[in-house]
């Protein structure tokens, strides 16, 4: 993921050339989980609207608890098939900068979403053609995988700028930011309004998110060719998903002794509190024939976290399992002189 400033715009863009995208899901993994509502705003640089779009899914299956998304299953059921706005939601993202929180899952749902219905197009398509006579039905087109020319996530804007995020939702996130925004904490009154009053009320607080971001540094933002599905479905980088998928180079000599070398084969972690740019570390510990892994586990060998006070998530958990944390700067300088096992 690369940092821009100022504009986003790489090409031509329309007449609101942003847009900014909210989705409601029935789990945090495209892999597993599926799409049942879409809250879209375009915008301009003003922060005028330009187009609004709101629209309830019906996946076809278990939509889940009623309080995870904030829709019945009554309301599900009579939603729309994700084949059925496909069309809309590519003319609204298609050559204009998306606005997400969170990109790997939102971007990686809408991914999951718009594959899994021109796969359905395609075999139905495939079975009419097997057909023969004049009474074949016309071929279904539902539409493409949409083409934003860039894809800013301002809850990566936020860990690059050094924000303190105990609590990643974009509600803390914009009291963090002196943004005057509903609590999003979950409460009854909350509870009772309808899905699509809370999902565009996070979509207006994104975009104001978005601006003020934007004006304290640089945006991570990146492209989707730059993308793809990791094992869970979300939208990460080439560069981190390859290492992922990377074969063992040694064997895991097991955890890092704080004022020694690293070593060949050690696994590493890398948190979400880093400054720079996780490709980035990523590839130097690919780089010095370290392993890189998403997963904090008692074989983890050193996780990369520049936050070592009021430790929370994953930094907290190494911490507790006994593993140590180096700052990136500090891991950046350690991978300079990594060792085999025999020369530590």
């Not at 700028?161 to 990643?168: F, G, H, S, Y």
Request: charged share 25%.
């Amino acid at each position: 993921m690369t940092m821009i400033n100022g504009d986003c715009e790489s090409t031509p863009a329309p007449a609101y050339p942003f847009v900014a995208v909210t989705t409601q899901a029935t789990g945090i993994h495209p892999s597993t989980g599926r799409l049942v509502s879409v809250d879209v705003l375009t915008f301009d640089e003003d922060g005028e609207i330009g187009e609004e779009y709101h629209a309830v899914l019906n996946p076809g299956s278990d939509p889940g608890p009623h309080h995870f998304h904030g829709l019945t299953h009554e309301e599900v059921a009579e939603g729309q098939r994700f084949s059925q706005v496909l069309k809309t939601l590519d003319r609204l993202l298609d050559d204009r900068t998306l606005v997400v929180h969170n990109a790997p899952r939102v971007w990686g749902f809408l991914v999951s979403e718009a594959r899994r219905a021109m796969n359905a197009a395609a075999r139905s398509n495939r079975s009419r053609g097997r057909g023969r006579g004049r009474g074949r039905r016309r071929r279904q087109r539902v539409g493409h995988v949409p083409k934003p020319v860039a894809i800013v996530d301002t809850l990566a804007t936020a860990r690059r700028q050094r924000i303190p995020l105990p609590d990643t939702r974009l509600g803390n996130l914009a009291a963090a930011l002196g943004i005057d925004a509903p609590s999003p904490v979950a409460t009854v009154e909350r509870a009772q309004r309808p899905e699509h009053e809370t999902s565009r009320e996070i979509n207006d607080l994104l975009i104001d998110v978005f601006f003020e971001l934007r004006d304290r540094g640089d945006l991570a933002a990146t492209t989707p060719d730059d993308l793809r599905a990791d094992r869970f479905g979300l939208q990460r980088s080439h560069v981190r998903v390859d290492a992922m998928e990377a074969p063992r180079p040694h064997p895991n000599p097991g955890v890092h002794v704080p004022g020694k070398n690293l070593v060949r084969g050690m696994e590493v972690v890398v948190a979400p509190e880093v400054g720079m740019d996780p490709d980035r570390l990523i590839e130097a510990c690919m780089k010095a024939e370290l392993v890189y892994s998403e997963k904090l586990t008692r074989t983890t060998s050193v996780m990369v976290c520049n936050d070592t006070e009021n430790l929370r998530g994953k930094a907290m958990h190494a911490v507790r399992k006994g593993i140590p944390l180096l700052t990136d700067a500090e891991f950046l300088d350690a991978v300079t002189r990594v060792q085999d096992r025999a020369g530590r």
